[in-house]
Every structure is written in structure tokens, then in C-alpha cells.
């Protein structure tokens, strides 16, 4: 999506910016990893596959991909590369075209040592903020591996409730309908983020 790809959201434990050709050899790299496979039903691309996925993502306008960084990392060593502060990705997809109100939302903390510190929820809490204030959402959805307890428990921290099971996909679908108070307490929750203007690397 060309709407955010100017723009980076830093937040208190993660940053995040958007999915450049500069991030793809390392995503490329946790994506070679069998459980990220099976947890997000991805199939293994080649590299230069995966420059040219990274392309289209950034065309398409039912997608809006940001890198989530560490923002400790990322703030400690002035001049890093981003790619040595990746933790992982966070998506909106708006592809139901009978609703633009709703976004279906994912999250990926790929990094090891970034899991199980709250990256993942900062990351969704910021990226369904602006999902609100900028792209006009109303509804998310969630859908998760049924094996993916962390996931599942993890939205339902965020006020998401389960509204169906598919034995044949074995996902769950998740959804939070943004309520005025529901707004509030998501604003609340973000109060926090900055928005500033993202060059490549910078």
C-alpha cells in the first residue's frame, strides 16, 4: 500500500516501518523456518520471488504491511541497519469488498529472542489504531492456526471474541467490532505513538 510507505510509527517497544527491499533477505530468511511456514500456511519462495512479493505488496492498495522493529535496538545504535533490528511483519488486508470497513489484521514476531515481550500486542494495538484513524476501519478479524494458543489468547487480550472455527482450514476466526468505547480505549492504548516521516533506512 503506497499510503504508508512514508511514514514510520514508533511506539514504546517496537517501531514500525514500511516492508522495503531493504527488509526482504532477512524476512526471506525466517520465512526458510518450517514452523513460521505451518504458522502462518506460507509456502517457501525464492528469494527473488520474495523481492518481487515485497513489490507487489507495497503496489497493491488491499494491503498495508509494516516491519515491526525493536525499538531498543533500533534506538541504541544510531546508523544501524534496520534489517539488525527486524523482529517481524504486521498486515491489514482489506480484501472484502462488500465491507471496506473491515480489515483483517496478522502478526508475526519471527525473531526468537523478540517473542514473549509484548512486541506482538504493540505492534496489532498500533496498527489497528491506524487502521482507525487512517484507512476509516471499523471491524477486525483475526484468523489463527487452532494450534497457535499464544495467538489466539494474545487478541483475546485485545477485547477480540471467537466467531467461528473451520476444521477444514483448522483456524480461528477472531473479531473486535469497534464500539465509540472500544475506540476509546484503543486510542487510550496508543496514546502513546508518534508518526514521523520514513525514508529508506532512515
Known sequence: MRLNQNILLLGKKVVLVPYTAEHVPRY?????SEELQHLTASEPLTLEQEYEMQCSW???RDKCTFIVLDAEKWQAQPGSTEESCMAGDVNLFLT???????GEIEVMIAEPSC?????????VLMMMSYG?????LTK??????????????MFQKLHFEQVAVSSV????????????LERQ??????????EKPYRDGS
Open 132 to 136: 482507525v484513524t487512517k484507512l476509516g
Open 28 to 32: 526471506h530468511e525466517w520465512m526458510k
Open 58 to 60: 507495497r503496489e497493491d
Open 115 to 123: 517473542r514473549g515481550r509484548g512486541f506482538g500486542t504493540e505492534a
Open 96 to 102: 472484502d469488498l462488500g465491507d471496506p470497513s473491515l
Open 169 to 180: 482450514f483448522q483456524e480461528v476466526t477472531l473479531r473486535l467490532t469497534m464500539s465509540e
Open 140 to 153: 477486525f478479524e483475526a484468523k489463527i492456526g487452532q494450534g497457535n494458543e499464544p495467538s489466539i489468547r
Open 185 to 194: 480505549w484503543l486510542l487510550e492504548q496508543t496514546s502513546h505513538m508518534e
